[in-house]
């Protein structure tokens, strides 16, 4: 029998137990990570990866050390994530551009050349992407255990297609002078495109406008091309 003032445990609301949470995100958290790769972007540009402490980073990103382990893990893991965010972005680019030129047949060497050329070029449209065309320019400086690897994983498929295109189109250029000639490409625009103010040192006063893509992309292009259909 049951008292008039006992519970009615049958109609009672059912106890949950609560869960015990893992640890949460660090303070700061509300800052994407796009802002702190964008923010280490800069500071990797700046002062390159044996250069470069997470306090820094922090710092221009405005968050936690913390928070950049959460996210990234260590300092090279952020520089993975930061150099493979818009390396990745061209190499498929570059593949893009190389398929559709096939469409209208074989291509010759100047089309080539400019379709591996222009996404990298583009870059050079905002601030941001400069200081990614300096990091990668100080990428071939950086230790071989850090720059190898993430040459491979960023450019390596679509470097070794436009070598077989170079190849279709010049079809007596031995094969060591392909990858020779793409490689010097390479190096080209590193210097070309990454803002290192030498034309503007070396030009008289208004000879040389450093905002003036067309006539980049048309002396990298005419100096390259020459170099690679050279005999």
């Excluded at 449209?125 to 065309?133: M, N, P, S, V, Y």
Aim: cysteine-free; proline content about 5%; overall charge positive.
């Amino acid at each position: 029998m049951t008292l008039a003032n006992e519970p009615n445990r049958a109609a009672s609301p059912k106890r949950t137990r609560s869960k015990r949470k893992g640890p949460g995100r660090p303070e700061g958290a509300s800052v994407s990570k796009n802002d702190i790769l964008d923010a280490a972007e800069t500071v990797f540009a700046n002062l390159g990866y044996a250069g470069t402490t997470l306090r820094e980073v922090a710092a221009q990103a405005k968050v936690t050390q913390a928070l950049i382990s959460y996210y990234f893990g260590s300092k090279y893991g952020l520089f993975e994530a930061v150099f493979l965010r818009r390396g990745q972005l061209i190499s498929q680019q570059r593949i893009e551009n190389l398929e559709a030129l096939r469409t209208h047949g074989r291509p010759k060497v100047r089309d080539i050349v400019r379709a591996f050329l222009l996404p990298t070029l583009a870059m050079r449209a905002t601030l941001q992407g400069r200081d990614f065309l300096r990091l990668q320019s100080r990428l071939h400086t950086e230790p071989p255990e850090i720059s190898y690897k993430l040459r491979t994983d960023a450019y390596g498929e679509s470097t070794r297609r436009f070598v077989e295109a170079v190849r279709e189109a010049l079809p007596r250029l031995p094969e060591l002078d392909a990858y020779w000639r793409v490689t010097l490409m390479i190096g080209t625009y590193l210097y070309a495109f990454s803002d290192t103010h030498r034309m503007d040192a070396m030009t008289p006063k208004g000879l040389y406008d450093p905002d003036d893509t067309d006539a980049l992309i048309d002396q990298v292009t005419r100096f390259v091309v020459g170099g690679i259909e050279a005999r």
